[in-house]
């Protein structure tokens, strides 16, 4: 592809932000281009389960995320209910049973999502959008003629295409090592992705360069703890061999003490674990949990599944025995410090030492330890991975994109994973917010045309 073209509304990403936004810019009657650089649409949202969940209010927001942006969440909260309806309308898949106390708080409702995301294509084509695939945007300028002049390159050459408003909607920065350790220092370099690779960091990138501001704290991210080492995993199977149930245990370390409270949730003791030195500890759990919450459906129509016994068939190290002393003697011929391990197991709630990057987690509780109660009691070898980072582009409850000076881009919208500030370190879903942000900068791209 070479010369160049115009158009009024350029979205970047073909996740499930950007294709919301595109289909409502576009049956609103404007000219409409979606890029995405892979050769596939979908996102990571492709590879999900599909549950559509987000905070049931306001308290509950502030409670998870007593550091995010307070207006984001209530526009998210506010705007849920029209944005489930608008799914239901597709005709996909929609379960007609909510499930609740999602990362024991939420509210959700699973969908097909991949039977969405191709209908939300077919709308865009339909309105009259162009769709691109396999296209990179290597820069974005000002423009003569209209607002911005975006230069894009492919395998045919190079390119430079009009627009009046623009769309991040690229998906995190994830999937970029170098972006990683730009903005996620404390998080080890090989950390496990656990979503498409091509979410690079390149709505970040480029409306930092067009002077937009950062919101939330771009070292969290969203993720569960997976067994190791894991043997066939690519990230469309990361559910299979997530951990979810890691706040019915104890984390332990290879020197034997705990680092975090586990009761707060698997996805912050993820995250945790991401900046222990070596991103490595054993999930320890009774046969109570490993029978109920190690089996259970961690979303409605995903059926029930032994991910103890995946894991260990999948090649993950563990231990199983029929006393925690016992256990502590197994966990000690795997390099756990065994004398170390015992005291932890008696009550020393001391801190790991290999703990001394991470910065925002709670310290272990004795209380936790009371989980450990019938035997045979199991050990788990898990590690931290990533479906997308939480910190990113700064915007208002409008999805205009914030400049450093604290005014808005004109034109300039973001959606889904390139935002930052709506979860930090807490989450409040991904589908939902991605649905509900994209539906916003559709509405408002077309109103700044």
Known sequence: MTGQWSTEIVVLGGGLAGLRAASVAAEAGRRVVLIEKRDRLGGSAALSAGMFWTAPDLESYRARVPAGNVALGERVISDYDANLDAIRRSGVFVSDQSTDDVMGFGRGFTFDVKAYLGHLEERILKAGGEIRTGLRVRAIEPSATQRYRLVIESDEGEANLETNAIVFATGGFQGSPGARATWMPDVGEDILLRSNPGSTGDGLRLASEL???????????????????????????????????????????????????????????????????????????????????????????????????????????????????????????????????????????????????????????????????????????????????????????????????????????????????????????????????????????????
């Open 211 to 449: 002077g937009a501001a950062t919101a939330g704290d771009l070292g969290t991210f969203y993720g569960h703890l997976i067994s190791h080492p894991v043997s066939g995993f690519t990230p469309d199977r990361f559910m299979l061999f997530s951990q979810y149930y890691s706040n019915h245990g104890i984390l332990v370390a290879a020197d034997g003490r705990r680092f975090a409270d586990e009761s707060r949730g698997d996805e912050m003791l993820n995250q945790d674990l991401a900046e222990l030195d070596g991103m490595r500890a054993f999930l320890i759990f009774d046969h109570e949990t490993r029978s109920t919450y190690g089996a259970s459906e961690p979303f409605a129509n995903f059926g029930r599944l032994d991910r103890f016994e995946f894991a260990v068939e999948h090649g993950a190290r563990h231990a199983v025995a029929d006393t925690l002393d016992a256990l502590a003697v197994a966990l000690g011929t795997l390099g756990v410090d065994e004398g170390q391990l015992r005291r932890t197991l008696a009550g020393d709630v001391g801190v790991s030492t290999l703990a001394s990057r991470v910065s925002r987690s709670e310290p272990p509780t004795a209380a936790q330890l009371g989980l450990l109660r019938s035997g045979p009691f199991y050990a788990l070898e898990v590690q931290p991975a990533v479906t997308f980072t939480l910190g990113g582009i700064a915007i208002d409850a409008a999805t205009r994109v914030i400049a450093a000076s604290g005014s808005p881009l004109d034109g300039v919208f973001a959606a889904g994973a390139d935002i930052g500030g709506l979860s930090n370190y807490g989450y409040v879903g991904g589908l939902a917010p991605a649905h509900i942000a994209g539906s916003i900068a559709g509405v408002e791209a077309v109103a700044s045309c």
